[in-house]
């Protein structure tokens, strides 16, 4: 993340950017972490880490509270997204019921857990960081929305997002290059769409958005 990408995505109208273990590859990014209420980085990281780890907005005259978690499974280490979340998600509940988690994290399994301990908590989780968009959103019993993964938005060619070429040489030798974004061919777009009860903050619905193909 850089700030002028960061201006660009807010003057699309986008309202709060979610990260990961990439927030800290540009090192004169870090100072903005300080400035920004609407760029959170994972609540877990260790305490006296720039930024902050969740958020409130007013969106058309609704609060909505935003929490930022990374796994620790296969994960760069942090604290537990558990514990940490508790704390975050009952500080936010003072304020509004509606709150979106955005678990940042490799396994599967992780991304599920937290959202059944959150659940009837929170409105929704959705996971990040493998590129892959998941076919398992629901809403579960307790009324939060759940995907494991939303999935990348970028180039269909490559590797998640690189060139090919990069990723297969750190499969088949012992280089380590640098990862290139691949720059030609197709793209695609990957969300999720969630229907929010305003006044209890339980999911309605949930749907899935993958669009490949976009020139």
């Not at 090192?27 to 969740?54: K, Q």
């Not at 609060?63 to 704390?87: A, I, K, S, T």
Request: glycine share 12%; aromatic share 8%; with cysteine.
């Amino acid at each position: 993340m850089t700030v002028p990408t960061a201006d660009e995505m807010f003057g699309a109208g986008v309202d709060v950017i979610t990260s990961g273990n990439h927030i800290w590859d540009k090192r004169e990014f870090r100072a903005h972490l300080e400035d920004s209420d609407r760029i959170i980085r994972p609540a877990n990281y260790p305490p006296g880490t720039p930024g902050r780890g969740s958020t409130t907005i007013d969106v058309d005259g609704v609060r909505v509270g935003v929490l930022n978690l990374m796994g620790r499974v296969f994960m760069p280490v942090g604290d537990d997204p558990f514990r940490v979340g508790r704390q975050h998600v009952d500080e936010l509940r003072e304020e509004t019921p509606i709150i979106v988690v955005d678990m940042h994290a490799e396994a599967t399994s992780e991304k599920m857990a937290i959202a059944r301990f959150f659940d009837g908590q929170v409105s929704f989780v959705y996971g990040t960081h493998t590129h892959v968009q998941t076919a398992d959103d629901q809403v579960f019993s307790g009324g939060t929305a759940y995907l494991s993964d939303v999935g990348m938005t970028g180039p269909t060619e490559g590797v998640i997002g690189m060139e090919a070429a990069g990723v297969i040489d750190r499969f088949t030798t012992a280089f380590t290059e640098r990862f290139n974004v691949e720059k030609g061919g197709l793209k695609q777009f990957c969300a999720a769409v969630v229907a929010i009860d305003r006044t209890n903050g339980k999911a309605l619905d949930i749907k899935r958005i993958f669009l490949r193909g976009i020139a």
